[in-house]
T-cell receptor, first 111, second 113 residues
């Protein structure tokens, strides 16, 4: 079993739609969680950290479910500019720096 | 602008040639990393440096060496390039806690022929 697993997609959604991605992780002791966005042929950029209580940033909502060991990202009112690959990232242990990256979920928002 | 700078952006090597990828950050981060990204395999850690003066192997270190020259700079060297090292290479940095995520450089696209 991979340490971090994501559905590769692509998710093709119309503009204005709501779309959600899940990511599962295998290490129950994992400490920190993030969503990164990666545009084609560009570097990954931090989209948002994921906190235990859940957090929201504009149209984006991230949630953590420790009991089931998954994190989610919800995008409301999708824009064409949201088209990208979304990477789930997990820090497996406190005091380490070696994040584990998922292979990403590709999103295409269609006009 | 503050961030992570990588050079070169593109490189073509012949099998057996050597080269060094340069990375510098001006964010006063203690930790720096080298990743490679291949289609369908995600980002894989090659080497990392938790702090100045230390380096450690990651998931795929074979064929690479690194140098943490000072707090700002972390270089990756390919001593004898192989076609299997064709990839996109990203340098990243973070603070000591790792709590706030990584900042990535813009990447180096390397082709070995």
């Amino acid at each position: 079993r991979k340490e971090v697993e994501q559905d590769p997609g692509p998710f093709n959604v119309p503009e204005g739609a709501t779309v959600a991605f899940n990511c599962t992780y295998s290490n129950s002791a994992s400490q920190s969680f993030f969503w990164y966005r990666q545009d084609c042929r560009k570097e990954p950029k931090l989209l948002m950290s994921v906190y235990s209580s859940g957090n929201e940033d504009g149209r984006f909502t991230a949630q953590l479910n420790r009991a089931s060991q998954y994190i989610s990202l919800l995008i409301r009112d999708s824009k064409l500019s949201d088209s990208a690959t979304y990477l789930c990232v997990v820090n497996p242990r406190s005091g380490t720096y070696k994040y584990i990256f998922g292979t990403g979920t590709r999103l295409k928002v269609l006009a | 602008n503050a961030g992570v700078t990588q050079t070169p952006k593109f490189q073509v090597l012949k099998t057996g040639q050597s080269m060094t990828l340069q990375c510098a950050q001006d964010m006063n981060h203690n930790s720096m990393y080298w990743y490679r990204q291949d289609p369908g395999m995600g980002l894989r850690l090659i080497y990392y440096s938790a702090s100045e003066g230390t380096t450690d192997k990651g998931e795929v270190p074979n064929g690479y060496n690194v140098s943490r020259l000072n707090k700002r700079e972390f270089s990756l060297r390919l001593e004898s390039a192989a076609p299997s090292q064709t990839s996109v290479y990203f340098c990243a940095s973070s603070d000591s806690t790792g709590f706030y995520g990584y900042t990535f450089g813009s990447g180096t696209r390397l082709t070995v022929v």
